[in-house]
């Protein structure tokens, strides 16, 4: 990075920083984990007998749960359970402590499973382990902390087992329930097991992750249904070979299907993958804060799935520290159906729910605890993202946007070094997507489609509808190739405010940032507006009292003044409807353009350095017009709105200086026939 690159980004971010320090990250933490050689593969489900046999003991009710099953499928429970009463399991941590060798397979006969011996909190030794705690309070374990305690934090711990199958035997996942009842983080956990395999089970009610996969390489999650957990329903982390197929997850306060840190094996490579390391297909993710999220979720394809009628649909991110694989890249998403992410749970934290015990909350009747900061109504999220592809997706019915996609610092990840704070949002390619229509073809508009924070180099869409800034690049048939491409190191300045005001949200403190239209602000109560009415006041005052003292005689540039107030006013209402820009915006950067330029040639006939800066500001607000009206201006570090913006801050003092040297001079003048366009030296 060269040095005036390198002062450039100390702008961008010295701007940010003097609105105040980010929020402390409060996301999933884990013990340091490296991702895995990659040597495995996606394991193969295995048919034929269970060597392990689960079940309970109370024979009426489990007669009553085969009863409705088709005839084959009935007779093979009933035979199983005969076998399970003399040589099987009742519960499932007995089974899984019995595996000794890999490639076994475990069979969960129809029935809720609470596994009583691993309710009881921690005594003893595990009461005193020494570990770091994480944000939220839990005790971020080592692995041989886990071995030695399994049940501290787990309801079913699977460690070290490889090639384990376990598969419920009823005719779909509610047949089997592993319910840890908010007693446990987890309920099922599976760690260091390389080749596990999931089937035809419901997990739920934990105080972080119904079912929680780390360090694997090779697991496949298939027919599994996960609800009703503070945090997560899946939950993948460092992982290799990994499927999701055929799941449902919702009920969840972060997201239903979270891959955070997917083995990152696309790292350097621009859109040429050989492979991902994470597929996920057929799955629904619903009524949850996020469907699907995840930090550092690289090299991860997701295709037809659907994410539905959660607050949003899909996230990728780089935000939070602790995440191998930052930042976040590589991610595809393909033919699946994103649409009418519009709840609003943000109200559970504003009335107290969600400051009850999880149990007490109501989660079974709807109730979701938002855990971290999304604006609401939005459909794909990306915050901070590299090579990421958008392709085929039908995305509908948004209240706010499509597609949002905004930059993220390194230093919110912990890095400082200068010359990765701008290394995200760039290469993202949104093409080919059906934007506002349903696949039944049914018109479902969204608000606007794109919202964009400006950031980035060589992102690019497709043709779109209302977005947000209003030209955008466009993406050409070669792969990666970009139509008028950005090479932006900030974001533009009202944005950049927006994001890190909406950030500072925490479900514990209770506290939802006032001026953020994601909590509710509408109309002056927003950040945007303040600040819009905030700097059009300034300049409306500094302005009018340097037309007045300066340059009243002046009819061109009174005309331009008038013209000059109009925009300011014209400026603040176009940030009320800033999600959906209209030509207002632009034609207000016009009016204030025209008027700070004919004032500015005003000015230099006395004062000729003034003059010209007052030009150079109003040329510039006049390309922020026409970048924002037309087309994004290449090869440019930073948009005009930044440096219209900090010359306007010289300006501003500037002219207040040389208004209050004109009262002063007048008061003195013995002679009040002055020329009031002349200037003094």
Known sequence: MTWTRRTLVGLGLAAVLTLGAPPGAQAHEEREVAFPDGSGSVPAYREGEPDLLVCKTDRTAFERRVSRFPAALRERNLRLYERCLGEGFRHLQQAVDAVDRPGMNIAVLPGRYEEEPSQPEPEGD?????????????????????????????????????????EGTGAGPLDVVVDAGYRKLNAIRADGSDGVYFRNFTAQRSTFNSLYVLGVDGFVIDRVLTRWNDEYGFLTFASDHGLYRDCESYGNGDSGIYPGSA???????????????????????????LGYSGTAGDSVWAHDNEFDHNMAGASMDSVFPGHPGLPQNHARFERNLIHDNNQDYYRYVRDGTCAKPPAERGYEQGVVCPQTSVPPGTGVLVAGGNWNVFEGNWIYGHQRTAFHLNAVPAFLRGEDAWSRQADTSHHNRFRDNHLG??????????????????????????????????????????????????HRIVGEPMKVVQLLVCSDYSVQARRLPAG??????????????????????????????????????????TVATALGAAGLVLDVASETTALAPTVAGPLALLLIGVWLTATGLALRHGSRA????????????????????????????????????????VWVLWAVAASAHTVARDRSASSPADDPARVSP
């Open 263 to 289: 083995s990152d094996i696309n790292s350097g490579r621009g859109h040429d993958v050989p492979r991902y390391s994470i597929e996920i297909t057929g799955c629904r993710s619903h009524h949850n804060l």
């Open 437 to 486: 229509r349903a696949r039944s073809g049914e018109s479902r508009p969204n608000r606007t489609d794109v919202w964009w924070d400006g950031q980035g180099t060589d992102n690019c869409w497709q043709d779109t509808g209302d977005s947000s800034p209003r030209a955008l690049p466009r993406c050409r048939d070669d792969t990666g190739a970009v139509l008028g491409g950005s």
């Open 126 to 166: 595990c009461a005193r382990l020494k570990a770091r705690k994480s944000a939220l309070g839990y005790q971020i374990l080592s692995y041989a902390q886990q071995q030695q305690c399994p049940h501290n934090q787990n309801l079913v711990a699977v460690l070290g087992k490889r090639d384990l199958q376990i």
């Open 610 to 649: 003034f003059g010209t800066t007052t030009v150079v500001l109003g040329l510039l607000t006049l390309l922020d017009a026409f970048e924002r009206a037309f087309v994004m201006i290449p090869w440019t570090p930073l948009g005009p709105a930044w440096l219209r913006g900090l010359l306007g801050l």
């Open 516 to 557: 953020c239209d994601w909590y509710g602000a509408r109309g002056f109560a927003r950040i945007e507006v303040q600040l819009a009415l905030g700097v059009a006041t300034v300049l409306a005052v500094v302005g009018g009292a340097l037309w007045w003292r300066r340059l009243r005689g002046n009819r061109l540039v």
